[in-house]
């Protein structure tokens, strides 16, 4: 018995360091029109790539208006209780923690508009490449 669990405790061990080393993917799929809702989903974002994350950003609908240069009000204004903005926030993830962030494919074509009225660092997105990043099995997906 003392021997399989030595061999357990020796494989755990081989298997635990390269867990350790992998990045975990998050993806933060964001349709909400609360500029609230908005806030927090970015808040939750930047907290994961602290830890450790990869993120990745997708906005659709009414949320994907606080990557326009020209976003709303709602977008830009701060809130409670740091004065930060979802745009403020997606601009500062994006320019400092290297956080990818896209608009749906069907966002700009549905507002009539090319990627010339997006904000610096934000594209639209690839709906093959979304659709293979949403099932991989290091990846996370949290929606609003």
Do not use: R, W
Not at 57 to 83: F, N, R, S, W, Y
Not at 111 to 128: F, M, Q, R
Request: charge should be neutral; aromatic fraction near 2%; proline fraction near 8%.
């Amino acid at each position: 018995m003392k021997k399989i669990l030595a061999a357990a405790a020796i494989s755990a061990a081989s298997i635990l360091p390269a867990q350790a080393n992998e990045t975990k993917q998050l993806i933060t799929i964001l349709t909400a029109p609360e500029p609230q809702t908005q806030l927090m989903a970015m808040v939750l974002t930047m907290n994961a790539v602290a830890a450790g994350a990869k993120a990745h950003v997708l906005l659709c609908g009414p949320a994907a208006d606080i990557a326009l240069k020209a976003a709303p009000e709602a977008a830009t204004a701060g809130q409670p209780p740091k004065g930060a903005s979802p745009q403020g926030l997606l601009k500062m993830m994006i320019a400092k923690q290297g956080v990818t962030a896209e608009v749906c494919a069907i966002y700009l074509p549905g507002k009539g508009a090319d990627a010339s009225v997006l904000i610096e660092g934000v594209t639209p997105a690839a709906p093959d490449a979304m659709g293979a990043a949403l099932i991989a099995d290091d990846t996370t997906v949290m929606s609003f």
